[in-house]
């Protein structure tokens, strides 16, 4: 787990690309409010998650607002979704 999640933080989601190699985590801290984060995965790092940017520190009302912001935002996010409803 990366630094920027915090232990106290539940992760109540988490969408990869068709790849295998990023993902975003969707999670809700203790004070009811959520947020989410991207990760990469590369064989250079041993195949652990790596924090690409630091949208954890953003702070949302609702899971889908949270979810509706990483999508605007990161780039793979959106087909993902779209893949994973089908």
Request: aromatic share 12%; proline share 2%; net charge negative.
């Amino acid at each position: 787990m990366s630094g920027r999640i915090d232990k106290s933080w539940v992760v109540v989601d988490s969408i990869e690309n068709g790849q295998h190699d990023r993902c975003v985590d969707l999670f809700r801290r203790p004070d009811g409010s959520f947020g989410f984060e991207e990760f990469r995965r590369d064989v250079e790092d041993a195949g652990a998650w790596t924090p690409v940017a630091y949208y954890s520190r953003v702070a949302y009302a609702s899971n889908e607002a949270a979810l509706d912001a990483a999508v605007a935002r990161v780039v793979w996010l959106g087909e993902a979704v779209r893949v994973r409803r089908k």
